[in-house]
């Protein structure tokens, strides 16, 4: 009998936590007062950068993008972002990661995480490079080469086009059964932390 609940009640763990999601997105994100960008541009003087570690590390930092966070607008789409800084030389190569966190600690059986998605600009918010692709919808990893000296931006948001959409399936044990694990579905989040850093393979 167990194996024949064990399905549904993940499916409707995964509308539960889809639909919180949903709502988190419509309250905190659409109706929300923090200030708001239309442009690259105006996203780069809406927001004070940090400065993007240099290597993952033994304990990297994990950055949260909140309600708090400034947004930017695409279309219909609003997302809270963050910006981090670093510098290049012309013709230097760097890997760009950005990885998502299992939001709370990915305690219980609704799971979250933020979906990322990034881009890099120059100091005056012009596009060097979008899209920035990964290994899978939580994971971003990205070469590039500079196209001149100087500083950089990495923006880091959430990727709100389908709020609650299945991002991840990852196998979780069946609490009062340990033997047991069933796959719970992960959605995407409007909110959740990030580990972001950057790598330079030549040196």
């Known amino acids: 009998m167990l194996k024949y609940t064990l399905p549904l009640v993940a499916a409707l763990l995964l509308v539960g936590c889809s639909n919180n999601s ?4 419509t309250d905190q994100v659409q109706a929300s007062g923090t200030p708001i960008a239309h442009s690259f541009q105006e996203a780069v003087r809406l927001s004070q950068a ?17 309600a708090t966070d400034p947004r930017i607008a695409s279309g ?3 997302s809270n972002y963050r910006l981090f800084e670093f510098s290049l030389r012309k013709g230097q190569r760097y890997k760009i ?3 998502s966190m299992c939001n ?6 609704a799971k979250s995480a933020l979906k990322p998605k990034a881009l890099v600009l120059d100091m005056q918010g012009n596009v060097v490079a979008d899209n920035l ?3 899978n919808a939580l994971a971003i990893v990205w070469t590039g080469v500079a196209p001149a000296d100087g500083a950089y931006l ?5 990727d709100n086009s389908a709020p609650g959409e299945q991002v991840s399936v990852i196998n979780t044990q069946v609490p009062g059964h340990p033997t047991l694990s069933m796959p719970i579905g992960m959605a995407s989040a409007p909110f959740g932390k990030v580990i972001a850093y950057v790598e330079y393979p030549s040196e």
């Open 22 to 25: 949903g709502q988190q997105y």
């Open 50 to 66: 940090v400065p993007l570690p240099v290597n993952r590390g033994l304990f990297p930092t994990r950055w949260e993008i909140s």
């Open 76 to 78: 219909a789409e609003k």
């Open 97 to 99: 990661n950005v990885i």
């Open 104 to 109: 709370n600690m990915c305690m219980g059986l």
């Open 133 to 135: 692709t990964g290994t």
């Open 154 to 158: 990495l923006m880091v948001a959430a």
